[in-house]
């Protein structure tokens, strides 16, 4: 019996709502959650991919975050000074034989560039960036560490479920990561796969600090991660009078103002 349009367009939305919020889905769990056959996902997913709204994989289907987002390469040109003024400050955290964690945002790779330029040694490195795992296996003694997962070519990174996963064997002495922002409402980001890394990581660091530049401080995004700052350590170049006009929830946060030098 043919299933009426109207029933067909509404499941596809659902899929594509819930791949968006999800960041990646295989075939299997698609199916199992609408009740449907595998190869009625696989006709669902080619319909959405040639309306753009997502990104067939084997096996499953990405949302657009690879597309829709600025590379990585793109992104680090913008703020720069602010960024490597945040990446000085954050490296100046880290001490020899600690492990780290670098998350895949253009703010803490600059961590990673900063880390480098102190040559601080016998770090353990996880990052799920390629372009910070490049920079850093140049650090003296240190050993690095890329999590498996799907692989994203245009932000240089490896996301998806097992990621959190992974991270949960781990114990960090500091997580650096970044948001798409913070507001009143609390922190934000991309996508449900990079928040559950972000739980993970408040669970099994010692210190999680948030690298955000001015530009992310009362920005929102689609998915909030956390509703209040309280645990966290905010790196940013916003000025004290910005972040209270943004009426940022920060809870017990420990708040770290860096100033933008001249290159």
């Known amino acids: 019996m043919k299933v009426p349009r109207h029933i067909v367009e509404a499941r596809r939305e659902s899929i594509a709502q819930l791949i968006g919020e999800r960041g990646y889905l295989p075939v299997h769990d698609?199916?199992?959650?609408?009740?449907?056959?595998?190869?009625?996902?696989?006709?669902?997913?080619?319909?959405?991919?040639?309306?753009?709204?997502?990104?067939?994989?084997?096996?499953?289907?990405?949302?657009?975050?690879?597309r829709r987002l600025a590379s990585v390469d793109e992104r680090r040109s913008s703020e720069?000074?602010?960024?490597r003024a945040i990446g000085r400050a954050g490296a100046g955290m880290a001490r020899p034989g600690m492990t780290v964690y670098i998350?895949?945002?253009?703010?803490?790779?600059a961590v990673a560039e900063a880390l480098l330029a102190l040559g601080v040694p016998g770090l353990r490195v996880v990052t799920p960036s390629l372009a910070a795992a490049e920079i850093l296996v140049g650090l003296p003694d240190a050993s690095v560490h890329v999590p498996g997962g799907l692989y994203l070519g245009r932000q240089r990174m490896v996301a998806g479920a097992s990621s959190a996963k992974a991270l949960r064997a781990w114990s960090f002495d500091l997580a650096f990561v970044g948001s798409e922002g913070v507001d009143r409402r609390g922190l934000h980001n991309s996508q449900e796969d990079i928040i559950a890394v972000t739980h993970a990581l408040l669970e099994v660091s010692e210190r999680v600090v948030l690298c955000l530049t001015r530009s992310k401080i009362g920005a929102s995004g689609p998915v909030r991660v956390v509703p209040t700052l309280d645990g966290f350590t905010l790196l940013t170049n916003a000025t004290p009078a910005e972040i209270r006009a943004a009426r940022l929830p920060l809870g017990g946060c420990r708040l770290v103002h860096v100033a933008a030098a001249s290159p």
């Open 30 to 66: 698609i199916s199992s959650r609408f009740g449907i056959s595998e190869a009625t996902v696989r006709r669902d997913l080619v319909h959405l991919a040639s309306q753009r709204r997502l990104t067939r994989t084997r096996g499953g289907a990405l949302n657009e975050f690879n």
């Open 80 to 83: 720069a000074l602010a960024k």
């Open 103 to 109: 998350d895949a945002g253009s703010t803490p790779l």
